[in-house]
């Protein structure tokens, strides 16, 4: 079994969060952090450590981070002009939790994709 982290926590309403979405499979609340005006974390409800942990029997909870992502991305208004989607994945990647996310960011021009 996959260690928990917060976003578990999170999942369960055992500490607060602001949750815009959530269902059997996926659950999409703000960033607590946020890094531009539209800063949603979208997660899977299942404990994924990271893309490396992904298997086959992930693919429509995964899948459903899109569809998420798309419904969230209109409901703030920032469909038309556009937004990042983006999942990290260990250190090299920039992760910080272990429970594997999909950040929605927007709400601003984001600039080049990596900084330089
Ligand atoms: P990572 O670097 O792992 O891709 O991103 C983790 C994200 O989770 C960060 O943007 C951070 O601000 C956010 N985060 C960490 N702890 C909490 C928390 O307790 N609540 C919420 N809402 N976001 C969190």
New binding site residues.
């Given amino acids: 079994m996959a260690e928990e982290t ?2 578990s ?2 999942i369960r309403k055992e ?1 607060p ?2 949750i815009l979405y959530q269902d059997e499979l996926v659950t999409a ?7 531009a005006p539209t ?1 949603i ?1 979208i997660i899977p409800n299942a404990v994924i450590p990271t893309v490396n942990d992904v298997t086959a029997e992930h693919e429509q909870a995964l899948g459903r981070l899109f569809t998420v992502a798309r419904k969230q991305a209109a409901d703030a208004g920032i469909a038309e002009d556009g937004y990042r989607l ?3 994945c260990n250190r090299h ?6 429970h594997i ?1 999909m ?1 929605l960011l927007g709400g601003r021009p984001l600039g080049p994709m990596l900084a330089q």
Avoid at 29 to 35: A, V
């Fill in positions: 917060i976003f926590k999170i500490i969060a602001d609340f703000r960033d607590i952090s946020p890094k800063h974390l983006l999942v990290n990647g920039g992760q910080e939790v272990y996310h950040h």
